[in-house]
C-alpha cells in the first residue's frame, strides 16, 4: 500500500507541516526506519533521534512540532502521536488472516454448538456441546471450548487458548495463546491435616473489547461470577483468582497477582508482578506501582507502591531514607559518643 | 435437586436451629443468595449480611449461632461452616461431564498403552507409546502424555496439559489446563563464555490426590525425581525447579517460585509470589508471607514474610519502624543541632 | 550402555585417580547412587555425601581430590565438576524419540510449508502456509506454527508450544511446552477513558542455541523485532515484553518480567522474579539479585539488589541495618531523653 502523507492525515487527523505529498509504504520505529517510512515520537527519550531518523516523515505531538520539522522533514503534528501512529498503523495491518471463515477439516465441533456468520474455526480446534460462537469470531487452532461456553461477535481467541466450561466471553473480545479462562479456583476447607476442595461451580464473565495476554490464568467462582470489565486489557501470566471483579478500562501489566473475592475498580493500573491480597477493594482511577504488595483496599484515586504497599509519596520518601540509613547509624552512634563523653559516662 | 435442610444435616453433619423443612435447590454467596438456596458464613467480612441475605438458610460455625437465627431463617449449625458448605455443594455439583468414557475417535493414542476401565480421553489428545491411565481417569481433549507417562485412578488431565515422558501421577489427583509437568530443569554448566545444557533425565512424581492449577511448570529431575506429596495443593502459575521435594499437605499459592533442590516440608504454606532459593529445607507447618524472598532454610513451624524473609513478628517490628523513618531521620537531626547548641561546637 | 571409568575420562576428559576399570551403567545424585553409577560433587553443601554415597565412582573438581579418593572409590578428577558430568549424562542419554522422523497423519501441514531432511512433526501439530522447518527439526504433537513462521536446523519445539506469524527461530534452538512466541505486545493509545489496541506488526526472532522454559510470553514487536540473543537460557514462566533484545549467553531465571524496549546485554543473569521497567539498559555481564526491582539502567559488570534495586554491597549493608531498626528507634529514644535530662527541658 502506498499513501501520501495529505491522505494519512485525513484518514486519521493532524496537520500536516511541510510537503504532505511524500508517499509512505509503511510504519517503523524511529531508530530503524528508512525512505518511505512514517515513524513517529511519542517517548522523550528518543527525542535525539528526530534529527538522525531517515523516515520520510514522522509523527510527533505539537511539542516537537518545531524540532521535527527543523530539517524540512515533512511531519504529522497530532494532539496524540502514540493515538494517531495506532490508527496509522491499522491502516497498513495487512489482510493476511492465519484462520479462513468456515470450520477446518480436522476441528471437532459438537452438532449442539451454535456457529454465528463468518466464524472460523482452526484446525484441530475442539468445540464442545452448547457452544455459541458469534458473527465472524474467530477460534485459532489448538483452542478447547468447553460445554456451553460462549463467545460475542468479532472476537479472536488465539491457538491453545482454553475456555472452560459455561464461561461468557463477549465481543470484540482479543484472548492470547495458551491463556486459561474457568479454570476452578483455589478453594479448599482445612479438616484435621488435610484440605477438601470446595468445588467451584461458578464462571467466569469476560466483558466487550477486553484484551487479554498469553499464558494468563483467570479462575471461576466458587459460586457467582468471576468478572472482568468492558474495555480492560490484561498483560500476560497475570494471574485472577476466584470471584475476582475487575471494572472497566483497567490495565492490569503482566504477571499482577490478583487474590479471591478482590474488587478492582475502573480506570485502575496494576503495575507489573503487584500483588494483591483477596477480599480487598481498590477504588476507580487507584495506581499501584510495580512488585507493590497491596495487603489493605485503597480509596479511589490513590497511587500506591512497596511492600507492603503505602502511598506513592510515603514509599518514595522511606527509599530515600533507606539509603541514607547506613549513614544514620553512624551518625546515632557518634551522638551515643558525644553524649557519653559530656555526660562522663560510659 | 431439591433437598430439605434436614436431609443435608443428615448427609454432612450439623445441627439444624429453626425450620428443617425448608427445601433447597441449590447454593450461593451470602450477597447474591435469594429463595430456595442455601448460603454460609464463613469470613467474618460478610457478618453484616447476615441479615440482609435473601438465601433460605444458612450454613455457620456456633459462634453466629445466634446471629444467623435471630430473625427467624432456618440454621445449620456446623464446627467447620467452609468445610460443611464444601460438602452441599458437592451435593448440588452438576452430573455433567465434558468428556465421555471412551476414546475420543480424534485422540491419537498409540497401540502399546494402556487404558484402566472407563478411561476417557478427549478430542485430538495425544497418547504416546507404553502410557498407562489408570480406572476412570479422564484425559480432556488436546492433552500430550509422553512416552511411558502414567496417571493413577480417578485422575483429572484438563484440557491442553503437557506431560512429558516418564512422568508419574497418582490417583484421585487433579492437573488444570496449560500446565506443563516434565519439562527440562534450567540446568547448565558454564564453558568460558556459554553454557552448556546438562542433560536433565530424572522425571516428575506427582502424589495421590494433590491438585495442580492452570499454567503451572514442574521440571523433571536433572537425575532422580521432582517430587509433589500426597494431598498437596498447587494455586496457578507456580514455578516448580528440578529436584524440588515438597512434602504431603502443603499449600502454594499463585505465582510462587522454588527454585532447584530445595525441601518443603508437610503442611507447609507458601503464599502468593514467595520465592524460595535452591538447597534449602522449609520445616513442617512452616509459613511464608505472599512476596517474601526466602534466602535460607526455616525450622519446622516458623512463620516468615518480608524480603529478605525474617521471623514475621521482626518483619512486622521493622514494617512499623520504616512507616516512622523519615520522621526517625528529623529527630536525629534535631538531636545534633541540640548537641551542637550544648557543646558549642561547629 | 555399559562404560568403564577409563573411557568415560577418554571422552569427556579428567584425570583418573584410582581403578578406572570400574564398569559405569548410568549417573545419578550423590545422596541417591548406588553400585554401577557414577556420581559428582559440585555444590559444596553435599561434600558431606562423599563418604556415604553407594556410587562406584565420582567426579570432583580438583579441590575434592583427597576428600574424594581417600576411601578408595575411583575419582575422576575435572577442572569443572558439573560440566564433565554433563557430558558423561549426555553419552547415557537414551536414544529413545518421542517423536519420529516424518509428519504424523493427524497433522495439519500446509501445502506451501517447507520442511527439510529428516524433520518430525507429531500428532495434532498444525502448520500453516509458509513456515519453514529445518533440517532435523523436531515439531511435537500440538505446537502450532503461525503463518511464515521459520525454525532452523536440529531445533526441538516441544509439545503445544505456540509460534505466531511471522517469528523466526534458529538452529539448535529449545522451547519448552506451553510456550508463547509472538503473542501481541500490550500495546495501547489511551483515549479519553479508553484504550486503542496499538496494533503489533513486528515479530520475534530466537538466535542459535537458545533454550527457552516452560510457559515462557516473548511478544511480538510493535514495529521491529523483539530479539533473544544467540545462547541465551530462559528459564519457565517468564515475561519478555515487546521490542526487548537480550544480548548472547544471557541467564534470565525463572518468573523474570522485563518490560518493553528494554535492552539486556550479553553474559548477563536477572535471578528469579526480578522485575525491569521498560526503556532500560542492562550492561553486559551485570547481575540482577532476585526478586529485584529493577528502575534504571545498570552499567556493564555491576550486581544490584534489593527493591527498588542498588548496588549490591549497599543493599545488603541496607538489609543489615534494617535488622536493627527498631533497637536504633530505642536508641534515639534513649538519647531524646538523656538530652531531656541533660538539657532540663520539656
Not at 509523527?59 to 520539522?69: C, L, N, P
Not at 481467541?157 to 463477549?170: D, L, M, S
Not at 471494572?247 to 499482577?256: C, M
Not at 483496599?297 to 533507606?322: D, F, M, W
Amino acid at each position: 500500500m502506498s499513501i501520501t502523507l495529505d491522505e494519512v492525515a485525513k484518514l486519521v487527523g493532524g496537520e500536516v507541516v511541510g510537503d504532505g505529498s511524500v508517499v509512505l509504504t509503511g510504519v517503523a520505529g524511529i531508530k530503524d526506519a528508512g525512505p518511505g517510512q512514517l515513524t513517529f515520537l511519542s517517548n522523550p527519550k528518543y527525542e535525539q533521534y528526530l534529527a538522525e531518523t531517515h523516515a520520510s516523515a514522522v509523527v510527533v505531538g505539537s511539542e516537537y512540532r518545531d524540532a521535527a520539522s527543523s530539517n524540512g522533514r515533512p511531519v504529522l503534528v497530532a494532539e496524540n502521536a502514540y493515538g494517531t501512529i495506532a490508527r496509522v498503523m491499522a491502516l497498513f495491518e495487512q489482510d493476511a488472516r492465519d484462520v479462513e471463515p468456515g470450520v477446518h477439516p480436522s476441528a471437532v465441533v459438537d452438532a449442539t454448538a451454535e456457529l454465528g456468520a463468518d466464524v472460523a474455526v482452526g484446525a484441530n480446534a475442539v468445540i464442545l456441546s452448547g457452544v455459541v460462537l458469534g458473527d465472524r469470531t474467530v477460534v485459532h487452532p489448538g483452542v478447547y471450548m468447553g460445554r456451553s461456553a460462549s463467545v460475542g461477535d468479532d472476537s479472536v481467541i488465539h491457538a491453545n487458548v482454553t475456555v472452560r466450561a459455561e464461561c461468557v466471553i463477549g465481543s470484540r473480545v482479543i484472548v492470547h495463546s495458551g491463556t486459561v479462562i474457568g479454570s476452578d479456583g483455589f478453594g479448599f476447607a482445612r479438616e484435621d491435616d488435610t484440605c477438601r476442595k470446595v468445588p467451584q461451580v461458578g464462571n467466569v464473565v469476560v466483558e466487550d473489547d477486553v484484551e487479554i495476554g498469553a499464558n494468563v490464568c483467570i479462575d471461576r467462582a466458587t459460586i457467582g461470577t468471576t468478572r472482568i470489565g468492558r474495555g480492560t486489557k490484561i498483560d500476560n501470566l497475570v494471574q485472577i483468582a476466584h470471584n475476582v471483579v475487575i471494572g472497566e478500562d483497567s490495565l492490569i501489566v503482566a504477571q499482577v497477582g490478583i487474590s479471591g473475592s478482590t474488587e478492582v475498580g475502573k480506570n485502575v493500573v496494576l503495575a507489573g508482578q503487584a500483588g494483591l491480597v483477596g477480599h480487598i477493594q481498590i477504588g476507580d482511577g487507584a495506581m499501584v506501582g510495580a512488585q507493590a504488595g497491596v495487603i489493605g483496599s485503597i480509596p479511589a484515586g490513590e497511587r500506591v507502591s512497596g511492600y507492603p504497599a503505602r502511598k506513592h509519596s510515603i514509599s518514595k520518601r522511606i527509599n530515600a531514607c533507606l539509603t541514607h540509613l547506613p549513614s544514620l547509624f553512624a551518625r546515632v552512634k557518634e551522638i551515643e559518643k558525644r553524649l557519653r563523653d559530656l555526660g562522663g559516662e560510659d
